[in-house]
């Protein structure tokens, strides 16, 4: 299992596309992938689990792998999320 924290740098935060750029991104990934705010644990594969979150611009987020891939699943997703999904 890899951990990593993240501050999520846009604005609107993890909601409709960067929200779905998030999701594409783990998707690429075979490993397990949750995302944590405040005690409450997502599926990062998913759209609605990601939006429940509630995820603005300066929220502090965990970023959980579990799988063969765990750490570059977890470094892809913290780059995309420190872009500002500018990618």
């Known amino acids: 299992m890899f951990v990593k924290n993240v501050v999520v740098q846009n604005q609107v935060g993890l909601h409709a596309r960067p929200a779905t750029f998030f999701i594409q991104k783990a998707n690429e990934y075979k490993a397990s ?31 959980i792998a579990d799988g063969a891939d765990e750490q570059a699943a977890v470094e892809g997703l913290i780059k995309l999320v420190e872009s500002g999904f500018t990618e």
């Open 33 to 63: 992938i949750w995302v944590e705010k405040d005690e409450r644990r997502v599926n990062a594969k998913s759209l609605l689990g990601i939006l429940s979150l509630g995820i603005v611009g300066g929220t502090n987020i965990k970023i």
